[in-house]
């Protein structure tokens, strides 16, 4: 019994982790892909079955979506990923040298990076500070789509974007 309860406790630790994650740092990323996840699967599901009634182009047709659907669950489980990078850079840079708005500016202009810094500034106690900052530049709950995108929406598509998003911290 006493051997099962440290590996009891690595586990529960774990799971306090991940849903912290989950629900904290990558909020919109993992809704969205397991949306998309679920859609996709439906999609594939019918369009399996179609196949196997002899439907070929039907279920070919319906395979296309199904495989957009599911590559959108990837592009967000990526996105999550580097939000969770993204979250624990912010909190070595807040640990190291406290709470600057110079710090949170980068992360400013999309809600999926505003959420990591959220939690990383929880997390360092400068949560009412950050939390202020990103009020006084106007942002609130309901700003879920990224600044270059709400202009231009094929701004998703440009490379520059990507590497903000998929590279944090980097050039």
Not at 20 to 48: D, E, K, M, N, Q
Not at 132 to 159: A, K, S
Request: glycine residues 8%; hydrophobic residues 45%; proline residues 6%.
């Amino acid at each position: 019994m006493n051997a099962r309860a440290p590996a009891f406790r690595l586990l529960r630790t774990r799971v306090r982790a991940f849903l912290f994650h989950l629900f904290r740092v990558a909020p919109l990323p993992y809704a969205t892909g397991s949306v998309s996840t679920l859609v996709g699967a439906g999609i594939g599901g019918l369009s399996l079955e179609l196949l196997a009634e002899g439907a070929v182009i039907t279920g070919a047709c319906l395979a296309l979506p199904a495989t957009g659907w599911l590559g959108l669950a990837l592009l967000c489980l990526a996105d999550a990923c580097c939000r969770h990078r993204e979250y624990r850079r912010i909190k070595r840079m807040l640990d190291r040298w406290g709470f600057h708005p110079r710090m949170l500016a980068p992360v400013s202009a999309s809600r999926c990076q505003r959420d990591a810094a959220l939690a990383a500034a929880r997390e360092t106690g400068h949560h009412s500070r950050a939390h202020t900052f990103f009020r006084d530049l106007g942002y609130r709950w309901y700003h879920l789509l990224p600044d270059r995108c709400v202009d231009n929406p094929l701004r998703f598509f440009d490379p520059a974007f990507l590497r903000a998003t998929f590279l944090p911290g980097k050039g």
